[in-house]
């Protein structure tokens, strides 16, 4: 049997990182991985460019885990985001900043990051078993017991789980971090996707897969409220709605769904301009180029695959000359133009989010330290916390911010 200081359990950027952290203060550290490689997950990452962090500020991050933000706070001071770019370039991987401050490497390939970990991993001599599955975790007076599916045991003071969420599970994140940790009594909140597609339930819009809205404004009603979430692009599917805007708040969607039912969707297509001037826009234009065709004018406006199915769906004839328009038929194309409604009726499988929402309740982990509160030793990093935040760079910090924590954490408790 093999005995470790640290045994930490997933070698995705949590787990990396952890014990990058902890064999820097010459720990003996191993990491158990149940692929035959690191990074499994990682290498998916912003379309295979992985979308290492963001630029913004602290108090961004935090909004960006909504209710659960404020328990990130010491870990993100800790190892912010500058922390973390730092690491990376100090190791030879450049970096760029993209649109609303995601962060790339500059050769765009997820395996870069890979080859950074596996490289300092190396330097600081931390064991890698690949292979490895986590079937049971026991505790005897202060050492754990590590037991895999093989039946292969490995000894250690202190352990950190980074095994990961429940989405992408071909990657290995299947859910093996929870089960151990609800084995030592911890609670494990309810999954819900997160960064997932919308289901919208107008079958038109299936019709138009593949059609992208650029820079449209995007609200959601519920209930007697609307709420604004963002101007953006929104990729239209064979099911729904996708694109940036919607993943980037469909962490928060889900759970109004949960609460509320179906949801309503509004499209503003010009949201650069108010409605009362777009309303005295329209009134001009159909008096200036009043022999023009309805569809031919909405050119301006909507996109050409949507211009029809819009307009059948008011009752309308595209070929309608714009002097023919009826004033109630204007004033409905104005607020179709500031307001399309759709109807957000569900989202798509877990196994299809980016992210898992869920996980080992924040209120039994020490947010300064990620250690159990429950347990002596045990330690959390990543995504088998519950809570997770945007897309854009900001669950990745995550990972690498708590994982950081973690593997400090377990040295301070090893040397006291």
Known sequence: MKKYDIAVVGAGPAGCMAAIQGAQ??????VLERNDMIGRKLLLTGNGRCNLTNSSSLEVFIEKFGKNGSFFRDVFSE????DLMNFFEKYGLKLKEEKDGRVFPVTEKSKSVVYVLLNVLNEYDVDVCFNYRLEHLQKVSDIFKLISTKKEVVAAQSVILATGGVTYKFTGSTGDGFRIAETFQHQVTSLQPGGVPLRVGEAWVHDLKGVTLENVGLSIGYGNKKKFLSSGNLLLTHFGVSGPVILDNSNMIVELIGVHGDLQLYIDFVPEIS???LGVCLVEDFQKQSKKSLKTYLTNHLPNSMIDPILNNM?????????????KERLSLLEILKGL????????SIDKAMVTCGGVS???INPRTMESKLVGNLFFAGEIIAGCGG????????AFSTGYVAGNSAVKLKKN
């Open 362 to 364: 924040q209120r039994e």
């Open 79 to 82: 190892f912010s985001n500058q």
């Open 275 to 277: 409605l009362e001037a």
């Open 341 to 348: 409604p759709l109807t957000l009726c569900g989202y798509l």
């Open 391 to 398: 897309s854009g760079g900001y669950n990745l910090q995550q």
């Open 25 to 30: 203060q010459g720990n003996k550290v191993i």
């Open 315 to 327: 009752s309308i004839d595209p070929k309608k000359k714009l002097n023919q328009v009826t004033k």
